[in-house]
């Protein structure tokens, strides 16, 4: 059985291929196994049994891999499975390292060819440490720090990622994307190859925008609704509230109370990230990374 796994990098434009590309082409293209935006929507049973095994912090047991197999391979149509979750490749529950092996222990016995979103290593790790901020203040204060010290970081230092890929799946069976290319030419064709789709089926919105000024990004206050739903989901992935269950449970029990509106905002004022100054270390992290990438897959940034 054909199953293409789509490795998106957070902050490469993976929410808007999950809502606005691979949930419209489900069932005409692929059968689709992700996350549906937005994520407080209900989960697809197949795709929480997938993550849940995939995140749980202790030892991977084979009854667990035999059983999520069997499920994933309960395919009732000729169409390949498409999986895409960019929580693969963040911190929680277990390392992203981990994740990837044993994603490919589960996929043992399956055609797998990646799908892999990249961008930019310098604007992509801004804008991850911009959106973590408020829960990395503490251990990283700047973004410096967080480049040279994060595993999460790691994701974006690419010839370690793209070892860590090969070295559980086949290294021919890539398709990279850039996120600079979103919705163009080179973007569509190793799609269209792939899946004979039609691009002008689908159209791409704007997602996820931030504030930016003089170079550093402004976080929104935090609401009271988000406050409590991280207190209590705690650091793990946000996709393991159950597909948003957690999250709509806590809202209407709130609100039941007759407290202040789940959406008013906390705090005094909007929180200003460090702006992105390196030291020569994260510098050339970040340059060496940039040009392995560009030479491994001829992007034209």
């Known amino acids: ?19 606005d590309l691979f949930e419209p082409g489900d069932g005409i293209y692929w059968e689709y196994l992700g996350v ?21 912090n202790t030892k991977l047991s084979s009854d667990s891999v035999r059983l999520l197999r069997t499920e994933l391979s309960s395919n009732y149509s000729d169409l390949p499975l498409l999986m895409s979750e960019e929580c693969i490749t963040t911190d929680g529950g277990t390392s992203w ?28 790790l801004y804008s991850l440490y911009a959106e973590l901020y408020s829960s990395l203040a503490s251990k990283y204060p700047n973004f410096d720090d967080y480049v040279n010290d994060s ?8 010839k370690e990622l793209f070892d860590v890929l090969t070295s559980h799946f086949h290294a021919d069976a890539l398709i990279v ?31 996820n ?5 003089n170079g550093a990004y402004i976080l929104p206050n935090a609401t009271i609704g988000s406050a409590i739903h991280r207190r209590i989901a705690g650091p793990v992935c946000k996709n393991l509230s159950r597909g948003g269950l957690l999250y709509r449970g806590l809202r209407e029990l709130y609100q039941r109370s007759g407290a202040r509106s789940w959406s008013t905002s906390i705090g005094k004022k909007s ?26 897959f001829g992007l034209d940034w």
């Open 1 to 19: 059985m054909k199953a293409y796994v789509h490795i998106g990098l957070p902050k490469t434009a993976t929410t808007t291929l999950q809502a």
């Open 36 to 56: 549906l935006q937005p994520r407080h929507r209900k989960q697809a049973a197949k795709y929480l049994d997938l993550m849940a095994v995939l995140s749980d």
């Open 97 to 124: 390292q981990e994740k990837l092996s044993r994603l490919s222990v589960i996929l043992n016995g399956f055609e797998v060819k990646l799908i892999v979103s990249v961008r930019r290593p310098r604007e992509a």
């Open 151 to 158: 595993n999460q970081a790691k994701i974006y230092r690419y």
């Open 177 to 207: 994307i850039p996120f600079e290319e979103l919705g163009s030419d080179r973007f569509w064709s190793p799609l269209e190859s792939e899946f004979c789709l039609e691009r002008e089926k689908f159209s791409f919105g704007e997602h």
């Open 209 to 213: 925008a931030k504030t930016r000024s």
């Open 271 to 296: 929180i200003v990230v460090p702006r992105p100054q390196l030291g020569a270390s994260a510098s050339k992290i970040i340059d060496e990374s940039e040009a392995w990438i560009t030479e491994k």
